[in-house]
C-alpha cells in the first residue's frame, strides 16, 4: 500500500481555506506560508477580509498579499488561471489565489466583484455569521438570500467567481443553491450530524450542494470539530461523515487555519456579537495545523479510502469546480 507521503506527492493538494494576519502594512507572518509547501500543499487560497470589513480594508490586504507574493517569484506563483496551479506543483511553488468572506468587502457596489476577480479572488460567501445586505447569517435571525444577493451571485457568476454559502444560515444556503446556476461551494464547513453547531451544516445542504456539482470543504476550527479539539483523527471523523453521504468527489479541505493566535484572541474578545462565547469562541482556540496533513491522510487510509478518492478530495475536486467556473481574466 502506498504511504500517505508517496500519495501527497503524487497530486495536487489545495487548501481552500487560510488565513494570515489581516494587518496590510505588517508582513511579519508571511514568510510562515512555506509551511503549507513544506507539509505538501501545491495550492491556498488566502483570506483577504471577513464580516465587517469593508473596501479599503479588502483592497489595502490583498494590495499587500500581491505585492509581497509577486517579490518572490521564485517560491510562490499568483493565480490568474487554473494553468497557474500546475505550473506551479511543477516548478516547486506554492500557488496562491484569494478569497472574501462576506458581501461587505462590496458594500453597495457590485462592479467591484471584477476587480476582485481581477486580483486573484476566487471565492466569495455572501455573509458571514450576521445578516448583511446580501444574505443571512449562521448565527442570526436569518433574513434569507435578497434581491441585492441575487444580483451579486449573477455578477460572479458572469466574472467566473465560485459562490460560497459557508457562514450563511439555513434558510440562506439553500435559497443560494436554488438561484446560482453553477455549482457552488461550502468552502470550509463541518457536518452538524457529527458535531452540532451553528457554523456546521445540514446533510440536507450538503446533498443538495453535492446535486448541484459543488464541494464541501472540511475545516479544521477546533470548536467545529469538537470541545476545541483539533485532532486528526477528529478531523477524520467529519471528512468521513461527508464522503459517506455524498460521495468523494464532493469533499475537499478547508482548514481555516490562521496564524496569528494574539490576533484570533483580540478579534474573539472584540467582536463579541459575531463570536459569542458561549458558541465556543474565545482565548486559545485552536486549528488544525497544515503539517497535520499526512496524519489526516493516513487516517483515510486506514479507514480503506482507495488512492483516486483521495486524489480528489485532496485537491481534484476544487479543480473541478475551478475548470467550470473560473474565467480567464481580461
Not at 102 to 115: E, K, P, T, Y
Not at 118 to 137: E, F, K, S
Not at 295 to 301: A, D, K, Q, R, S
Amino acid at each position: 500500500m502506498r504511504s500517505a507521503r508517496e500519495i501527497i506527492d503524487g497530486c495536487l493538494v489545495w487548501d481552500n481555506h487560510g488565513c494570515m494576519p489581516l494587518r496590510p502594512i505588517d508582513t511579519s507572518f508571511l514568510p510562515q506560508l512555506a509551511r503549507y509547501r513544506a507539509a505538501g500543499f501545491d495550492h491556498v487560497s488566502l483570506n483577504i477580509g471577513f464580516g465587517d470589513d469593508g473596501i479599503e480594508q479588502h483592497v489595502r490586504m490583498i494590495a499587500s498579499l500581491r505585492e509581497w507574493l509577486a517579490q518572490r517569484a521564485e517560491e510562490f506563483v499568483l493565480v490568474r488561471t487554473v494553468g497557474d496551479i500546475e505550473l506551479a506543483r511543477a516548478s516547486g511553488r506554492l500557488a496562491v489565489s484569494f478569497d472574501i468572506e462576506g458581501a461587505n468587502a462590496v458594500a453597495d457596489q457590485i462592479s467591484l466583484v471584477q476587480l476582485y476577480f481581477d486580483l486573484g479572488v476566487r471565492w466569495m460567501l455572501l455573509a458571514y455569521n450576521r445578516n448583511n445586505a446580501a444574505a443571512g447569517g449562521c448565527q442570526d435571525d436569518d433574513c434569507g438570500l435578497t434581491d441585492f444577493g441575487r444580483s451579486l451571485i449573477d455578477e460572479m457568476t458572469r466574472v467566473g467567481m465560485v459562490v460560497c454559502c459557508s457562514h450563511l444560515g439555513e434558510r440562506s444556503a439553500r435559497e443560494v443553491l436554488a438561484y446560482a446556476p453553477g455549482p457552488v461551494i461550502f468552502s470550509h464547513s463541518n457536518p452538524s450530524a457529527v458535531r452540532p453547531h451553528p457554523r456546521n451544516i445540514s446533510d440536507a445542504l450538503m446533498r443538495t450542494c453535492a446535486a448541484k456539482g459543488g464541494v464541501v470543504g472540511i475545516n479544521g476550527v477546533g470548536p467545529f470539530l469538537g470541545e476545541n479539539d483539533i485532532r486528526s483523527e477528529t478531523f477524520v471523523r467529519h471528512l468521513d461523515h461527508a464522503v459517506q453521504l455524498i460521495g468523494p468527489q464532493h469533499v475537499a479541505l478547508g482548514l481555516d487555519y490562521v496564524f496569528d493566535q494574539a490576533e484570533v484572541d483580540a478579534g474573539m474578545a472584540a467582536m463579541k456579537d459575531t463570536f459569542p462565547p458561549e458558541l465556543g469562541y474565545g482565548n486559545g482556540m485552536s486549528f488544525v495545523r497544515p503539517e497535520q496533513l499526512e496524519e489526516i491522510v493516513t487516517g483515510l487510509l486506514h479507514l480503506g479510502y482507495a488512492v483516486d478518492d483521495l486524489r480528489a478530495i485532496l485537491g481534484g475536486n476544487l479543480m473541478r469546480v475551478a475548470q467550470q467556473v473560473w474565467k480567464v481574466p481580461a
